[in-house]
Each structure stands twice: as structure tokens, then as C-alpha cells.
């Protein structure tokens, strides 16, 4: 291991040099992450899962720069041009960028116009130049040089100013400079193009728009790159260019001058205008993109967690129902297990209504099975859906409710091929009402079988690296998949190829063993299965979880490894059977068993809660019987809703209209907060009111905030301000006509980030 790659891990993640020294020796010996999260918190103290991912990130990037560096060094230095202080520069690069940075100059160059003069001989011409002479004559020295390739005198001297102007666009410490210069005190500014087609005017806040560099949010560069790549508006940089060109030209001259100090500030212009400026542009607007990226797959990632770990409707009954206009509602009973019983379809709305007979199939499979609960997905016919189901249930006086359940992805996994798989014989519509209702039974183990990208929880995902965010959210499944366990006998392979040290294969021997064997009785069996050897075993076993085997600790997150420590606690403790809540566990009976404080805390929590599921403590689906109006609704009127959706600049909230409502993160919390998910969550039960409602747009502006504290919170806000010595910066320019932030967030939201 690197020490000073490991330093610097430390310094970044703030934790100490065991740990990560720890960490990286357990990945290094193919421990996976889940289990070194779980079952190694006395090796590593405590790290969760993102740490550990960091760790092994930082640790993978650092090598790679330390590699670039001795790699760069080493080209320079078969140049004959290394120096000590080129060496400590690269020593001192943070980043690979930075790396590359100083090595541009000696990089062999395309057919630039500095090439083509070094290569036609005239970069001694370019040297001499730049030495400042402060006598001789420049036609007399360019003379020198003419030859075939440079006739004249113009062409000599024109060639060394191009050399020179490279020399200026080279130099790493100005292009760090000018970027951090820029990045200061520039403004971007977006324009409409003359010609620009935007028919519903998705990009109508960046028409004419202004905005400090440093200031521009995440979403909106987003939004900017967007509206860029469809070519509706074009983006400048605006910033002091003759203070830059001053410095460039300092930097190069020293505070000397010579008889070509006309043809240097020619060169120094040149190289700025054509060459530097445009590349810490092009700089500055791929880090911005590339931040903005990385901080929407962080948002995606982050919604997408919290939508696999709702918490499941367990033992209940429900009906599937998948909304539809033309072709007809379909309808699927599951059983509380998940296994579908009856498919049917019924025509409640238009153009086929057929309101009695719809009624009379849903009250008899209502009757027939049992239903409990009615999941009707989010999509197309959703609100006619939910008004025909929600009259059944009133006019019925049915013990029934029903929840609202995104059905994003539906389509997708009921046309793939594991749908088809355990479901030959149904058209896909039908498959989809099975997803709806198993996405409330089980949301994680259904929501598995579906590409994470088609979830729609993110913002502006189509315009997100495909591997990057692949890369997060299959990050995020194990995350959540193994912090939730498996049920070893009923676990489809989907679900299992994501538990700790399983693989599709393995995943696949495990149901085929299950499906010729029956049962898993005991998680040694596991040993059995064909491809699963013992380091699998140990990665794999202690997420994986069996009711009513043979060892009653197999349905505990007890490892096997700790087992025979496990008897002796419950043995010490005086406890006979698992699930004792009350059970005592003091210093005096446990300090003689060897145990390390985190396994023993660990051990301890699933002795008393054996079945203890992690989703729990979060909250479960909304479920409702009545069904809302816009028409019906009131400025100021309290309502119960689930947030679908959490993006940068709000939250999208189902308050039970054919429309989510926007609550801004200005109306989130009575303190200032720098990020939605420091309020809310996917998945989360709020309590919101009212605060403007459109008629003709379909659309409702939501808060968190009760409004009579509205008021009091922004008069505070202004209180605070008026008394701070820092004050935010005023917007460089207004919109011209500016829409309301709702308005632009919602137009653009609709287009680009799914329903919500």
C-alpha cells in the first residue's frame, strides 16, 4: 500500500489511517463490500457502506495519478527538459487534469500552427523573440530563417508568434489562473438563437439570462446543456479579457521590454483570444457539466434507495389494477405471498365505459378473494382510475383502501424477458398489474427486476454518462438489497444475484437446488450449491435468511462465523429462545466471550428482534378510500400526501391529483437548507398545504410550511440578512419577461424528468 495514497484517502474522508489501511486490506483479500460493512465493523470502526466505497474510489483514482505523474516525468525527462521545479509541481497536482496540464507543452502537438512553425525551423526565431533583445533588428533575424517552406519575412515572423501564442495557451499556471478567474468573477450568458424552435416554451428562463459562474445551481446548468443541444439558445462567458491578456503578457515579459515587444503583445493576444480562452471555456463548461452530472446521479441514487427500502404491505391481499383508456383497466388478485391468483380486465372509462359491469367484477373479486388493498398505478387514466375505485369503495361501504403506486418501469419489465419467463401466458399489460400490486407488497423484491435507470426517480437522467450512473445505481441496489436480506427459500434470482457474493449463476444454482431439493433447511446446504464455494458461503450466508429451519439462528443477520459465540451469549444471559425483547445482556455476562463491541451490539439487536426487517423504520404507502378535485381545493388547505420525487430545486408531491404538486425548497423548512433531501425523502408521508393552485395547467404549488409562519420565517430571513457582512451577490440580469420559477421548473421537469 501506498502511504501517501493512503494520507491523502485520510485528509479527504476524514477518517483515520487504520481504517482505511483496514478497508483496503479486506477488498484486496475479495471481501465485498456488504460484508465488510456488516460483518467487519471491527476491522474498519464503523464504516457504512459509503465510506467503504470511497475508500476503494480514492484509493483506485490515486493510484492512477500516481501513476500519471512518474509517467509524465518520465516523457519529460527522455526530453532532457525535466527540472526540479517541474517535479514539484506535478508532486503538488491534486488532480489528473492538472497532470496533463503541465505536461501539454512537451506533448507531441496535431497539426497546430506553432507545430507547423517549429516543424519549418523557426522556433529559435520564436526563442530569441522571447529572450526581450533590446538591440538588433527583427527582419535582419527572421532573414535567417527563410527557406522553401518559409518565403517571406511576414511568414517567419507570423510563424514565431504562433509559437509564442502556444507558449502562452501552454503555460499551466496561467491556465489555472484565468480558469480560477473566471470561475470567480465570470458570468455566463444565454441567449435565444434567432431561429430557435420552442414551441412550448420549455427553455423560456434562459431566452435572455445572466448569471455569476459561481452561482449557477446544479439543475439549471443541466437545463442549459439541454437547451444547447436542441439549439435553442447559445452560451457565452462573459469576464475582464484585457486584464486576463495584461497578465499573460506580464507573465511572459517579466516587467522587461525589447524591439519586439509589438509582435509579443500581437502573439499573447492571439494565444489568449484563439487559443487559452476558448480551451478554459470549453474547461470550465465540461466541469460544470460533469458536477452537475455527478449531482444528479447522486439525487437519482438517493431517490431510488429510498424507493427500493419502503417499507412492504406484508401479509395482505391485493388487487394489481393498471389503468387504461381504450384497451381497458387490467386487474391482477395477488395472494399475501406475492402469487397471482386472477387476471381480469374491466373498461371504467372512455370510450368503452362500462361502469356496471366494471363495478360487479371488482366488488366479486373483492368478495371472492378477500382484497384488502387495491394498487392502481400512475400513469395514463390514474385519476379516472382512482375516482372510479375510490365511488366503489363509498358507495359500497367497502373495508377496502388503496394506494397510489408508481408504475414507472412497469412496461419495461413486463415485455423483458423475466416477466415472459414467470409469466408465459399473460399479455403484458397483464404482467404490469401483477408488478403494480407486488410493488406494494414487496416494493425491493419486484422493484429488483427492473433496469434501475427505468424507475424514474432522478432529474434529467437521459442526459446523464451511461456508466457513471449504471455504476451508482447498482451501487445503490446492493446497498439496499443486502441491508434488507433475503429469504433463502423464496428469493428469486434477481433478487438474489444481488446479495453479497453471489452472481447470476450462483444465483440461478441456488433456485435450481431449491426447485430439485425443496427447501433450504439450514444455510450450511448452501455449501452444496453448484459454484457456491466456501469464500461465497462466507460472503453470502449471513444475508441470507431462513424461517422455521433447523438452526433458529439461520433466521437472525447472525453470521454463521459467530454462532457458537451467539449460543454462549444467549447461554450467559439466561436466554432460552430468540425474540426475548427484554432480554438483559450486562458487562458482567458478556465481557468473557471475546467479542468485539460492534459484533456483540449486532448480536444482541437479532437476538431480540430475529425477524426484524430493515425497511421498517421507514414509512409505508399512503392508503386512502376518497379521491380529490382540483376543483375542490382551497388556497390554505392541509392535505396528506407522497413524495414521488426529490430533486434539486423541490419535491413533487401525490396529493391525489392527475398531477403531482411542486413544493419548492423555498417553502420546505423554516431554516435555511441547501438541498431538498435535507426536508424530505421518496416515499415520505407529508403534511402540506396549499398555497396556489392553476386551474387551467392542472398544477398545485405545495409547502411544508404551515403559511402563517410564512411570514414570520422570511422576515427573520431579512433580519438576519440586514445584519450579515456577507451578502449574497444580486443576479447579474433579471429575466426579461421572467416566469415564475414553478412554471419553468414544472415545464421542463415534464419533458425531461419523467412524470415528476
Known amino acids: 500500500m501506498n502511504e501517501e495514497i493512503i494520507l491523502a484517502i485520510t485528509a479527504d474522508l476524514k477518517i483515520s489511517v487504520a481504517q482505511v489501511k483496514s478497508t483496503l486490506a479486506l477488498l484486496e483479500e475479495g471481501n465485498t463490500v456488504p460484508f465488510i460493512a456488516r460483518y467487519r465493523k471491527e476491522a474498519t470502526h464503523g464504516l457504512d457502506e459509503e465510506q467503504i466505497l470511497a475508500i476503494e474510489k480514492q484509493y483506485t483514482y490515486q493510484v492512477k495519478l500516481a501513476e500519471r505523474k512518474e509517467n509524465v516525468l518520465k516523457l519529460i525527462g527522455e526530453q532532457g527538459k525535466l527540472t526540479d521545479e517541474i517535479k514539484k509541481s506535478v508532486a503538488e497536482c491534486t488532480k489528473l487534469s492538472q497532470v496533463d496540464d503541465i505536461y501539454r507543452p512537451y506533448a507531441q502537438k496535431k497539426k497546430t500552427r506553432a507545430a507547423v512553425a517549429i516543424k519549418n525551423g523557426l522556433q529559435p526565431l520564436a526563442d530569441w523573440m522571447l529572450s526581450v533583445p533590446e538591440t538588433g533588428d527583427l527582419n535582419t533575424e527572421a532573414e535567417k530563417y527563410l527557406s522553401e517552406t518559409v518565403k517571406t519575412l511576414e511568414d517567419a515572423i507570423q510563424g514565431a508568434e504562433d509559437i509564442i501564442a502556444e507558449t502562452v495557451s501552454d503555460n499551466a499556471k496561467l491556465r489555472w489562473s484565468f480558469k480560477d478567474t473566471l470561475l470567480k468573477a465570470g458570468v455566463l450568458v444565454t441567449k435565444k438563437k434567432k431561429d430557435a424552435e420552442d414551441e412550448n416554451k420549455v427553455y423560456e428562463m434562459y431566452y435572455d439570462r445572466s448569471e455569476k459562474i459561481s452561482s449557477l445551481a446544479d439543475h439549471r446548468i443541466m437545463a442549459i446543456d439541454r437547451a444547447e443541444k436542441e439549439k435553442v439558445i447559445t452560451v457565452t462567458f462573459t469576464f475582464d479579457e484585457e486584464g486576463l491578456i495584461k497578465q499573460a503578457y506580464d507573465t511572459l515579459m517579466h516587467g522587461r521590454t525589447g524591439i519586439c515587444d509589438a509582435q509579443i503583445h500581437t502573439a499573447v493576444d492571439d494565444g489568449c483570444q484563439r487559443l487559452l480562452f476558448p480551451a478554459v471555456e470549453r474547461e470550465i463548461r465540461s466541469d460544470l457539466s460533469e458536477r452537475a452530472q455527478g449531482k444528479s446521479i447522486e439525487v437519482f441514487s438517493m431517490n431510488l434507495e429510498k424507493l427500493l427500502l419502503q417499507p412492504p404491505l406484508k401479509g395482505r391481499v391485493v388487487l394489481g389494477f393498471d389503468p387504461a383508456f381504450r384497451t381497458g383497466c387490467k386487474l391482477a388478485v395477488l395472494d399475501a405471498t406475492g402469487k397471482m391468483l386472477k387476471i381480469a380486465k374491466i373498461f371504467p372509462t372512455k370510450p368503452n365505459e362500462d361502469l356496471e359491469g366494471s363495478r360487479k367484477t371488482m366488488l366479486d373479486l373483492i368478495s371472492k378473494y378477500h382484497v384488502e388493498i387495491i394498487a392502481i398505478g400512475n400513469g395514463t387514466a390514474s385519476r379516472e382510475s382512482e375516482e372510479f375505485v375510490s365511488n366503489l369503495i363509498n358507495e359500497n361501504h367497502?373495508?377496502?383502501?388503496?394506494?397510489?403506486?408508481?408504475?414507472?418501469?412497469?412496461?419495461?419489465?413486463?415485455?423483458?424477458?423475466?416477466?415472459?419467463?414467470?409469466?408465459?401466458?399473460?399479455?403484458?399489460?397483464?404482467?404490469?398489474?401483477?408488478?403494480?400490486?407486488?410493488?406494494?407488497?414487496?416494493?425491493?423484491?419486484?422493484?429488483?427486476?427492473?433496469?434501475?435507470?427505468?424507475?424514474?426517480?432522478?432529474?434529467?437522467?437521459?442526459?446523464?454518462?451511461?456508466?457513471?450512473?449504471?455504476?451508482?445505481?447498482?451501487?445503490?441496489?446492493?446497498?439496499?438489497?443486502?441491508?434488507?436480506?433475503?429469504?433463502?427459500?423464496?428469493?428469486?434470482?434477481?433478487?438474489?444475484?444481488?446479495?453479497s457474493g453471489l452472481n447470476s449463476a450462483t444465483a440461478s444454482e441456488i433456485v435450481n437446488y431449491r426447485n430439485e431439493n425443496g427447501r433450504f433447511?439450514?444455510?450450511?446446504?448452501?455449501?452444496?450449491?453448484?459454484?457456491?464455494?466456501?469464500?461465497?458461503?462466507?460472503?453470502?450466508?449471513?444475508?441470507?435468511?431462513?424461517?422455521?429451519?433447523?438452526?433458529?439462528?439461520?433466521?437472525?443477520?447472525?453470521?454463521?462465523?459467530?454462532?457458537?459465540?451467539?449460543?454462549?451469549?444467549?447461554?450467559?444471559?439466561?436466554?432460552?429462545?430468540?425474540?426475548?425483547?427484554?432480554?438483559?445482556?450486562?458487562?458482567?455476562?458478556?465481557?468473557?466471550?471475546g467479542l468485539d463491541a460492534y459484533t456483540l451490539k449486532d448480536i444482541e439487536e437479532a437476538i431480540r428482534q430475529p425477524l426484524r426487517d430493515y425497511r421498517d423504520q421507514f414509512q409505508g404507502a399512503l392508503l386512502k378510500s376518497d379521491v380529490?378535485?382540483?376543483?375542490?381545493?382551497?388556497?390554505?388547505?392541509?392535505?396528506?400526501?407522497?413524495?414521488?420525487?426529490?430533486?434539486?430545486?423541490?419535491?413533487?408531491?401525490?396529493?391525489?391529483?392527475?398531477?403531482?404538486?411542486?413544493?419548492?425548497?423555498?417553502?420546505?423548512s423554516m431554516k435555511r437548507i441547501s438541498h431538498p433531501s435535507e426536508s424530505v425523502a421518496v416515499g415520505d408521508i407529508v403534511?402540506?398545504?396549499?398555497?396556489?393552485?392553476?386551474?387551467?395547467?392542472?398544477?398545485?404549488?405545495?409547502?411544508?410550511?404551515?403559511?402563517?409562519?410564512?411570514?414570520?420565517?422570511?422576515?427573520?430571513?431579512?433580519?438576519?440578512?440586514?445584519?450579515?457582512?456577507?451578502?449574497?451577490?444580486?443576479?447579474?440580469?433579471?429575466?426579461?419577461?421572467?416566469?415564475?420559477?414553478?412554471?419553468?421548473?414544472?415545464r421542463l421537469m415534464e419533458r425531461f424528468g419523467s412524470k415528476h
Not at 425491493?444 to 432522478?458: Q, T
Not at 459454484?531 to 435468511?545: H, N, S, V
Not at 443477520?557 to 444467549?570: R, V, W
Not at 388556497?635 to 411542486?662: C, K, P, S, W, Y
Open 398 to 499: 367497502l373495508n377496502v383502501s388503496y394506494a397510489i403506486v408508481s408504475e414507472a418501469g412497469a412496461s419495461v419489465y413486463s415485455a423483458g424477458d423475466i416477466a415472459r419467463k414467470e409469466f408465459p401466458d399473460l399479455h403484458v399489460e397483464e404482467r404490469s398489474a401483477v408488478s403494480i400490486g407486488r410493488r406494494l407488497l414487496d416494493p425491493l423484491a419486484e422493484l429488483i427486476k427492473i433496469d434501475p435507470k427505468s424507475i424514474g426517480v432522478g432529474q434529467y437522467q437521459h442526459d446523464l454518462p451511461e456508466k457513471q450512473l449504471t455504476e451508482r445505481l447498482d451501487e445503490v441496489v446492493m446497498k439496499a438489497v443486502n441491508r434488507t436480506g433475503a429469504d433463502l427459500n423464496t428469493a428469486s434470482p434477481e433478487l438474489l444475484m444481488h446479495i
Open 521 to 593: 433447511s439450514n444455510r450450511k446446504q448452501l455449501l452444496k450449491v453448484k459454484k457456491l464455494g466456501p469464500k461465497a458461503f462466507t460472503q453470502c450466508a449471513g444475508f441470507l435468511r431462513i424461517v422455521n429451519g433447523d438452526e433458529p439462528l439461520d433466521e437472525t443477520s447472525i453470521h454463521p462465523e459467530s454462532y457458537d459465540a451467539a449460543k454462549k451469549l444467549m447461554a450467559a444471559c439466561g436466554i432460552t429462545k430468540l425474540g426475548q425483547s427484554d432480554a438483559l445482556f450486562t458487562d458482567e455476562k458478556t465481557k468473557d466471550l
Open 628 to 668: 380529490r378535485d382540483i376543483k375542490d381545493l382551497h388556497v390554505g388547505e392541509t392535505l396528506m400526501g407522497t413524495v414521488r420525487n426529490v430533486v434539486d430545486f423541490g419535491a413533487f408531491v401525490d396529493i391525489g391529483l392527475h398531477e403531482d404538486g411542486l413544493v419548492h425548497i423555498s417553502h420546505m
Open 687 to 746: 403534511k402540506v398545504w396549499i398555497y396556489g393552485i392553476d386551474e387551467a395547467k392542472n398544477r398545485v404549488q405545495l409547502s411544508l410550511i404551515d403559511p402563517s409562519l410564512i411570514a414570520q420565517r422570511d422576515a427573520s430571513f431579512r433580519a438576519n440578512h440586514s445584519n450579515s457582512k456577507h451578502r449574497p451577490s444580486k443576479p447579474v440580469q433579471q429575466l426579461k419577461p421572467k416566469p415564475t420559477m414553478e412554471d419553468a421548473t414544472a
